[in-house]
């Protein structure tokens, strides 16, 4: 497992909005200067549920990719590429479902939610019901220790661990995999005894600490290549051969940005503002806004509380600001208009470095595609290593 390394993505079926950016791009801002970061375009994905409006997705893949460059991602930091153009992917995701039990797949919780959602499309295909083990596949190609998601997200991940111990158990045991181990001990040189003390410690005392002790130990080992690394992963916890790692979840924050009519800001809603939305736009679209209803007239008081607009307050003003709001609204010394004006502000504000950062991919449209062929490049050398271990314990060679 490569503990440091990040995979995420983003299907592409329109434009961005400013909830994409609250609830997933600025994380990933945050994330590329600590984490080797992957971050993907699931055009695949795409397709799952928008496999009959096709036309939107090869638009929508180029202004997605401008949205994170313009939101701060930086190429230089992390491997944009997209996830059709890495052909593993969907090797992976085959060799998957050959191992994967049909019932993992049905108790997943968001495909019954999902088919009562968009129950005015036809979703009774394998594409959407397959999803989660794409999805797996996905993370698994490129060995992540880490995927940033949501709490709804979590049982696809739970799913990815048992996808993974389930093939590991299959084919991880190898014909002289003791053997392999033991020698792969001596290659960690003085370390290696205090490896096998750690390991009996675990396997005889069940002592979490000893496990945790050899795992940074090995992580830690200048002298061994990835075969070597992976059986003493395995070798450790009396396993064979770990080809896949289990991923561990990232939590993240829920989105907290709300729309423009105070529920989530969401494209099915229609009720958001786009990541480089232009600040007339911005602005009539805010200065439009329902307000508390109990203000019929300007003279009546308000409550902040039944008002949508403030919302947006909690997350763009300051407590001064807040503060001047909510004296305003309940004495009626503001009027909204008023009240909805620092908003804009704050919106445009937060939106002029990404005009700024795109404009120079907008002027060069190949510089984008350049980024990204170098980064589907990068990503294919990692998810054909992964590939080539996979065909070789399926018996399919390479």
Same mark, same amino acid.
Request: with cysteine; net charge neutral.
């Given at each position: 497992?490569? #503990?440091? $390394?990040?995979?995420?993505?983003? $299907?592409?079926?329109?434009?961005? &909005? ?16 600590? &984490?080797?970061?992957?971050? /993907? ?51 992976? &995701?085959? #060799? ?18 999902? %088919? *009562?959602?968009?129950?005015?499309? *036809? ?107 992976? $059986? ?42 786009? /990541? ?10 805010? $200065?439009? %806004? ?14 902040? *509380? ?56 907008? #002027? ?22 992964? %590939? ?5 314990? /399926?018996?399919?060679?390479?």
């Amino acid at each position: 497992m490569f #503990a440091n $390394r990040i995979l995420s993505g983003m $299907r592409p079926t329109g434009s961005l &909005h400013l909830g994409h950016y609250h609830g997933v791009i600025k994380n990933w801002v945050e994330l590329q200067t600590r &984490h080797d970061c992957y971050f /993907m375009v699931a055009d695949w994905h795409a397709l799952t549920t928008n496999y009959d409006e096709v036309a939107i997705i090869e638009k929508s893949i180029w202004e997605m990719v401008i949205d994170w460059l313009a939101s701060g991602v930086d190429p230089e930091q992390a491997t944009i590429f997209i996830q059709s153009k890495v052909p593993q992917h969907a090797e992976l &995701h085959l #060799a998957l479902s050959m191992v994967t039990p049909l019932g993992w797949l049905e108790r997943v919780p968001t495909y019954k939610d999902q %088919m *009562d959602k968009l129950n005015h499309k *036809d979703l009774a295909t394998y594409g959407f019901l397959g999803y989660p083990l794409l999805q797996a596949a996905d993370i698994l190609v490129y060995k992540a220790g880490l995927v940033p998601v949501g709490e709804d997200q979590v049982p696809h991940i739970e799913l990815t661990r048992e996808v993974a111990r389930r093939f590991n158990n299959l084919y991880g045991r190898e014909p002289n995999f003791e053997e392999l181990a033991r020698a792969a001990v001596k290659k960690i040189g003085k370390a290696g005894k205090q490896f096998e003390q750690l390991r009996t410690r675990y396997l005889q005392d069940g002592d979490g600490e000893a496990l945790l002790a050899a795992r940074e130990l090995l992580a830690a080992s200048q002298n061994l290549g990835n075969s070597d690394r992976e $059986r003493l992963q395995g070798y450790l916890e009396n396993k064979g051969k770990i080809i896949l790692p289990e991923s561990e979840a990232l939590l993240t924050a829920a989105s907290k940005m709300p729309g423009l009519d105070g529920n989530k800001m969401s494209k099915s809603y229609k009720n958001t503002i786009t /990541m480089r939305e232009t600040p007339e736009e911005v602005s009539k679209k805010i $200065r439009a %806004m329902p307000t508390d209803p109990a203000r019929v007239r300007r003279t009546d008081a308000g409550n902040p *509380d039944k008002c949508p607009v403030w919302q947006l307050h909690e997350v763009y003003s300051g407590n001064d600001t807040k503060q001047w709001v909510k004296a305003g609204c309940t004495s009626a010394g503001i009027g909204c208009l008023e009240c909805k004006q620092p908003v804009i502000e704050a919106v445009v504000r937060e939106q002029q470095p990404m005009f700024e950062r795109a404009e120079k991919y907008l #002027a060069n449209p190949n510089l984008v595609k350049e980024i990204v062929f170098e980064g589907c490049h990068k990503a294919e050398l990692v998810a054909r290593e992964t %590939m080539k271990e996979v065909r070789e314990a /399926m018996g399919l060679g390479y």
